[in-house]
């Protein structure tokens, strides 16, 4: 199934009894791009090291496609009967190109991939000192919704200032959004998400999550989370990041024109326009205009925590890992996001991670990306055990 020749798409599919729609078990199999003199290791090596396997992709995102793939030989080689087809994608095209990836295979292969729940990327297990604290899912993500700021002012000679110079305008609009704490909004996720962290985190980090919920104390609460975890502080709000600025030719010439590109990452229920006109209030200059861009990805949930496969997944990692689940809103965009206006109901897992490896650079799209050898077994005995529970298996063998 390929739109290029080069980057096949693979879907299989195990028949089940038919009495339930099918499940549809989805991974990547490319990666973010690699700077080969920045790895000691071999990028595509997946070098053993020190209970590691090392490699691009081995968070992002070959732990879900390789449970995803071992579960279907499973499924096979035991003869399980199931009561949905259990179907597997492994996409082309995630991380920079949607067209030949989910985009193609919804566009032009719906009927071959139509279920009706799916287990993706985009959750996993928090790790802290060597040990599983909480698994999160992803029930529920945020969708780019990007802005230009133009400035306009008059040109002139360099040699004279001018107080309307379009990048002083540019910068004091720049300035002001950035600081700004845009109003805190929760859904049925984030709610729960910040409840549960209440109540799981260590005792000075809970008390903050508490006083998220007190007005009084709400402020102080977010400005710790916007300077120490910006993820967090994101899910509160549809968020602005300043993050291409252009204006001026020549330094001599004060230039008529600056322009800035804003990453807005808005709430899936947002009122765009309405932000926009918070967002012109905050910027107060009328020489600074906004010019929203087109949307680039559909959205749609949060996805009900209530529904049998959440708890599926819930109790699957209570099963292999000991711990609770919460629910959570992707702050980036997903493959999910185009699965889910299609009615199906999508949910994002992933492998264990140490939470300490992001700070040491051993993340997701980092130069020594890494996966305990440990999580990678876990991970595939919590995908066996979400998959036939959620698929119904049983085993006559
Ligand atoms: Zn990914």
Redesign the pocket.
């Known amino acids: 199934m390929a739109k290029e020749a080069t980057r096949p798409n693979l879907i299989a599919r195990l028949k089940g009894n038919g009495s339930k729609k099918p499940l549809l078990i989805m991974g990547?199999s490319d990666t973010v791009k690699i700077d080969p003199s920045k790895w000691t290791l071999p990028p595509f090596g997946a070098s053993h090291n020190d209970g590691y396997v090392y490699g691009r992709g081995t968070l992002?995102?070959k732990a879900n496609l390789f449970a995803g793939m071992m579960t279907m030989l499973m499924l096979k080689r035991t003869g399980a009967v199931t009561d949905r087809d259990v179907i597997l994608v492994s996409e082309a095209g995630?991380?920079s190109n949607s067209a030949v990836g989910i985009g193609y295979l919804v566009a032009e292969h719906f009927p071959k991939i139509e279920a009706e729940a799916c287990l993706a990327?985009g959750g996993g297990v928090i790790r802290r000192a060597g040990k599983a604290r909480w698994a999160t899912v992803q029930t529920v993500e945020k969708y780019p919704a990007r802005i230009q700021l133009v400035a306009r002012g008059p040109s002139g000679h360099g040699s004279r200032p001018l107080r309307g110079n379009a990048i002083v305008h540019l910068s004091g609009a720049i300035e002001k959004l950035a600081y700004w704490d845009p109003p805190m909004k929760l859904n049925d996720t984030t709610r729960t998400c910040f409840e549960k962290l209440a109540t799981l985190a260590d005792p000075e980090e809970a008390a903050r999550f508490r006083d998220l919920f007190i007005p009084e104390k709400a402020a102080a609460a977010r400005e710790y989370l916007a300077q120490n975890e910006p993820g967090l502080y994101s899910m509160l709000h549809t968020s602005i990041s300043p993050n291409m600025i252009e204006g001026g030719f020549q330094a001599n010439v004060i230039p008529s024109e600056a322009t800035a590109t804003l990453d807005v990452r808005a709430l899936p229920d947002e009122d765009l326009p309405a932000f926009h006109e918070l967002m012109r209030k905050v910027i107060n200059d009328p020489a600074v205009e906004l010019v929203p861009g087109a949307r680039t990805r559909p959205g749609a949930g949060p996805m009900s925590t209530k529904s049998e496969f959440y708890g599926a997944i819930e109790a699957a990692y209570q099963k292999t890992y000991g711990i609770p689940t919460l629910p959570f809103m992707g702050t980036g965009a997903?493959d999910m996001s185009q699965l889910r206006p299609k009615g199906v109901q999508c949910y994002g897992v992933g492998a264990a991670r140490d939470d300490e490896d992001l700070v040491k650079g051993f993340g997701?799209h980092s130069d020594q990306e890494r996966i305990s050898e440990d999580a990678v077994y876990k991970h595939l005995q919590f995908f066996w055990s979400a998959v036939t529970a959620i698929s119904g298996a049983k085993f006559t063998k």
Request: aromatic share 0%.
């Open positions: 990547h992002d995102d995630e991380e990327e997903t997701p």
